[in-house]
T-cell receptor, first 115, second 116 residues
Framework: GAVVSQHPSRVICKSGTSVKIECRSL??????MFWYRQFPKQSLMLMAT?????????EQGVEKDKFLINHASLTLSTLTVTSAHPEDSSFYIC???????????FGQGTRLTVV | AQKITQTQPGMFVQEKEAVTLDCTYD???????LFWYKQPSSGEMIFLIY??????QNATEGRYSLNFQKARKSANLVISASQLGDSAMYFC?????????????FGKGTTLSVSS
């Protein structure tokens, strides 16, 4: 299957700082990228959907000013958690899909801990 | 109403036995896709199997098969000959419609534990 690379896999940051997470499609053009959040032992909750070159569409309850999403190219999307707080600690995982793909391919996920 | 329902929080099975993980779904869209993913403790999401709403045959991929019962809106995953490495969380997911921009909706997951 296609490869999606997510970086970093783990990050610890201090409260009040910002953290950027990258999601890259390595061998296909990702027309759409999805960002999910997962708390321990729970399901994946969709945060936002982004299409290359346009603004992301956020799910209800997700603050767009706090979770900045950029999808500037067909192979890269970034999620920036701004002014992070301990309650933002979670597992964040991206998914990418090309125009011709049936399935969406997932990155390895990023475990964010805010201290 | 929940779009994807997985009623089994945890399942236990012995090595070499078969196990069925339940999934029911709710949609009014005639075109949809159903997916199963495996998530080990490392967190990565591993794609297992896909079933399209118009597919006539049940999907199979090695030891995985999907028991698709359209009228009952169920898409159970059957794992044959369980292995210790199958211990993980399993998610059923659905995508409604055909557009590439539609996200997957996930169920709450089932934790499978395989013992020797």
């Amino acid at each position: 299957g296609a490869v999606v690379s997510q970086h970093p896999s783990r990050v610890i940051c201090k409260s009040g700082t910002s953290v950027k997470i990258e999601c890259r499609s390595l061998d296909f053009q990702a027309t759409t990228m999805f960002w999910y959040r997962q708390f321990p032992k729970q399901s994946l909750m969709l945060m936002a959907t982004s299409n290359e070159g346009s603004k992301a569409t956020y799910e209800q309850g997700v603050e767009k000013d706090k979770f900045l999403i950029n999808h500037a190219s067909l192979t890269l999307s970034t999620l920036t958690v701004t002014s992070a707080h301990p309650e933002d600690s979670s597992f964040y995982i991206c998914s990418a899909r090309g125009q011709q793909n049936t399935e969406a391919f997932f990155g390895q996920g990023t475990r964010l801990t805010v201290v | 109403a929940q779009k994807i329902t997985q009623t089994q929080p945890g399942m236990f099975v012995q090595e070499k036995e078969a196990v069925t993980l339940d999934c029911t779904y709710d949609t009014s869209d005639p075109s949809y896709g159903l997916f199963w993913y495996k998530q080990p403790s490392s967190g990565e999401m591993i794609f297992l199997i896909y079933q399209g709403s118009y597919d006539q045959q049940n999907a199979t991929e090695g030891r995985y098969s999907l028991n698709f019962q359209k009228a009952r809106k169920s898409a159970n995953l059957v794992i044959s000959a369980s292995q210790l490495g199958d211990s993980a969380m399993y998610f059923c997911a659905m995508r409604e419609g055909r557009q590439a921009g539609t996200a997957l909706i996930f169920g709450k997951g089932t934790t499978l534990s395989v013992s020797s």
